[in-house]
């Protein structure tokens, strides 16, 4: 065995073995430590394990320690390198499942889902630009979007199998995601380890200002931060939207979330391969435009059809964030990204827990889906505006 695991990772170039890495951190972190709470929602209040306040309290705790990894992370990378850390949000990110199995009502779950948005955001910041800081040039495209199907795979699995876990108890469905979680986390430590872990750290630090990059590197802060606007209708009123407005059965509607995953794992590796070749800058505004189409076009055309195209536009939304990754490498040139990369996941942060409140604020008082998501299309509008503006150096 040990002969064959030596061979293997012989055949395996470094800068794969840390995309393979980054994938399994986003499928546990993110995939499985953000997105298996949504499914599980209305199991959790049925059974009393939270109220319907609670639930959403829990899903904001998720969010603000998402912005309480990226604020944290300058101070973390004082004491123990990338390697460290990236490893060690693994392993939180899967006792955070496992802890979540325990009953112990709304203060545990909280701390426990406050832990694992502090994980994801290490891996989404030390994970992705260790990925655009390795993979050659003409790879950054396809090498980010295989990282980001991570997310996919984790949405997927969510919205397929904890469902029917659920029906034999939460300790189930929260043990399904611990044992997936576990059998990633496994194969992300042998990735974050030998030639690709001395890769990363080989890294050149981020340097102390963007000089040059500083007006596209703002642009690609406030694109993140309307990306994150723009995803918010789609993240929480989908599957409402199909069951109340339109009268779909929940296992219909259910199936459109499935569906939502499986786009986030092919439409990414799609847009990841189309930046390689046709540019990340004309890339970049190609998505956001699809995305404003599949924000809008359901509450404009009703029919099967038109959902169907919603959901796989809207879900290939990983696609994105890797063609931008890609992007903020660029405008910085050689080295790394970090510094940048981490101010854009916090502006995705910061808009997901200010925009979210002020969406579900909209809705709540204004009843109206056709609000919500002309909203969402017009942020993802605004966005494919703003990287329209980007400097031609940086494609």
């Known amino acids: 065995m040990t002969v064959q695991t030596s061979l293997l990772s012989a055949t395996i170039p470094p800068w794969l073995r840390v995309t393979i890495g980054a994938q399994c951190g986003l499928l546990i972190g993110m995939g499985l430590g953000r997105f298996s709470y949504t499914p599980m929602v209305p199991a959790l209040i049925a059974s009393g394990t939270l109220s319907e306040a609670e639930a959403g309290y829990v899903g904001a705790v998720n969010l603000g320690g998402y912005l309480v990894g990226g604020l944290a992370l300058p101070a973390l990378l004082r004491r123990a390198d990338r390697v460290f850390w990236l490893r ?34 290490v891996i989404m910041i030390l994970g992705i630009s260790s990925v655009t800081a390795t993979a050659p040039p003409t790879r950054t495209g396809i090498a980010t979007a295989t990282a980001y199907t991570g997310v996919g795979a984790g949405i997927l699995l969510s919205a397929a199998g904890l469902p029917w876990l659920l029906d034999l108890g939460e300790i189930w469905a929260w043990g399904g995601a611990a044992a997936i979680g576990a059998l990633a986390l496994a194969i992300g430590l042998w990735a974050w380890s030998g030639p690709a872990a001395e890769s990363v750290r080989s890294i ?192």
Not at 88 to 115: D, H, I, N, Q, T
Not at 375 to 392: P, R
């Open 88 to 121: 060690a949000a693994l392993l939180l990110s899967v006792a955070c499942l496992l802890a979540s199995a325990v009953p112990g009502g709304f203060l545990w779950l909280a701390f426990w889902r406050g832990l694992v948005g502090i994980a994801v955001a």
């Open 204 to 395: 050149p630090p981020p340097p102390a200002t963007m000089g040059a990059a500083r007006g596209d590197g703002l642009r690609l802060v406030l694109a993140q931060g309307l990306f994150a606007i723009g995803l918010v209708p789609h993240s929480i009123y989908w599957v409402d939207y199909l069951v109340r407005d339109l009268g779909w059965s929940v296992s219909q509607a259910g199936g459109q979330w499935v569906l939502f995953g499986a786009a986030a794992i092919a439409g990414t590796l799609i847009w990841g391969r189309f930046a390689d070749r046709a540019g990340f800058r004309p890339s970049l505004v190609a998505v956001y435009l699809s995305m404003t189409v599949g924000a809008i076009l359901p509450v404009l055309v009703t029919a099967p059809a038109a959902i169907v195209v919603s959901s796989l536009l809207v879900g290939a939304q990983p696609g994105l964030t890797a063609i931008i990754a890609g992007q903020a490498q660029r405008v910085m040139g050689p080295g790394s990204m970090l510094g940048l990369w981490r101010w854009m996941v916090l502006s995705v942060g910061a808009a997901q827990l200010v925009g979210g409140y002020a969406l579900v604020a909209l809705f709540n008082a204004t009843g109206s889906y056709l609000t919500i998501f002309t909203v969402g299309g017009i942020a993802f509008a605004a966005g494919a505006a703003l990287v329209a503006t980007l400097t031609a150096t940086a494609d």
